[in-house]
């Protein structure tokens, strides 16, 4: 498998998978993206030419995803209109590149028969009581609540029928949800973080008792490229590393690393049908790949994480206005 095709390799997700990809296998790897808001150049910046290139394009386009197909052996699909909040705001783009996008992409690798690696997410699912023991598995009926997550659960569905209706070399995994470094502030984590570096306040959605389970982006993609590798054709994998933490948690652990006080934050309008938990059990993916977390610490992981968001405040400081005047006008 040495040409790989990262659809969405200039956003958070797919361009440290890019970083990934160089550093731990010998491929040519070849980032197909449209190179809206989410996505960044920099995020790139420094990898050899001589190994990565960049192809801003749609993956609903079928004129420039064929070729590309044609020239790999391999697709991982990151892309994605991914932001809840935005998907509430306007459901389209979402409908267009998750669906629309993905099925492009299947017809293309039907005809070439390339090896195909659907990225998807824990909130295809649904979500669970805050006390439920229970957590999300391969077999969970799907069950998702916003625009976003129901275009993520077409998609997956998408990639199954095109398994057993026409015999696409493709695996699904579903991943729990990511931090770390190049995540665009629009989202929870670097949002809090930035608002406080640019000397705002902590914005936490109704009570803050939602929860997430929280991984490291590196260890996701440490698990994607085992499945690349090693899943088995038609398989779904569920991604996450045991990170279940509230929202109101994780405000007071950024609140607490960059001093300020525990209670330090505001409540505000609380996401319309938010999901008020999500939680992976990753055990086929342990048993059956030998996958393991290396990131599992994630006091330590956020703490990084600040540090690089204060290193690299050129990269974050052109958006923020924009980001933040357009929450504020939601009451967020
Ligand atoms: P992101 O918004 O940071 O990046 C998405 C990238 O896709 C951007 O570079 C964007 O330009 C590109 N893109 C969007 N529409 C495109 C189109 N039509 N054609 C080509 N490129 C297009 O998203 P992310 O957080 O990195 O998520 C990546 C993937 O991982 C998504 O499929 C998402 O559903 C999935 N996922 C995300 C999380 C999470 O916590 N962020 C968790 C589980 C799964
Ligand atoms: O300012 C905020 N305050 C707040 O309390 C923001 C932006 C979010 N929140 C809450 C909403 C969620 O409970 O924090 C939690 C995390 O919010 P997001 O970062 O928007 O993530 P989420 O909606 O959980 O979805 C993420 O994980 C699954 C990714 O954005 C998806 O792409 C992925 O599929």
Redesign the pocket.
Known sequence: MQRILV????????SNFVHHLVHHTDAQVTV?????Y??SRESLAGLPESRVSLVV????DAAVVDPLVEAHDAVV???????NDNSLSDPS?FI???LI?TFTLLEAVRRTGARFHH????EVYGDLELDDPAKFTEATPYRPSSPYSAS?AGSDHLVRAWVRSFGVQATIS?????YGPW??IE?FIPRQITNLLAGGRVKLYGAGANVRDWIHTED?SSAVLRILEAGRIGETYLIGADGEKSNLEVVRMILGILGHAEDDFDHVTDRAGHDLRYAIDSTKLREELGWTPQYGDFADGLARTIDWYRENEAWWRPAKEAVESSYAAKGQ
């Open positions: 659809t969405g390799g200039a956003g958070f997700i797919g197909l993206d449209k190179m809206t989410a996505a394009g749609d993956i609903a699909h990151y892309a994605a209109e991914s932001h783009p267009q590149t998750n996008g990225v998807s997410t824990d993520k579903n991943c729990s949800n990511n995540q665009h989202k996701h």
